[in-house]
């Protein structure tokens, strides 16, 4: 489990929430397929999977167990830095 600690606090779920428990390990296949068809249920088409933002985003939503929405209540840099760790984690290859 690890821990991203906001650059702005944001309201989840009616509560202040400073940081944000994630677990990227603990991400399934069935976690995958979750995704990809809630993005689909939005319109939003996922491109490339290694350089989608929205892809990372309900990647990450999912891990740290909040809502595809709440990602959209991040700070500009909280939900960047959100994204680049999926996409990073990811893209890792080095247990290949």
Known sequence: MDT??????VKINGELTEKLEYD????TGADVLH????LGKRGIVIGATE???????????????ISF???????????NIATIKVR???LDTSEA
């Open 69 to 79: 929405e709440d990602m959209s209540l991040l700070n500009i840099k909280d939900y």
């Open 88 to 90: 990073d984690f990811l």
């Open 4 to 9: 991203l600690t906001l650059k702005k606090p």
């Open 24 to 27: 990227l390990e603990a991400l």
């Open 51 to 65: 350089i989608d933002q929205n892809y990372h985003a309900a990647l990450f939503a999912i891990s740290a167990g």
């Open 35 to 38: 995704a990809v068809k809630e």
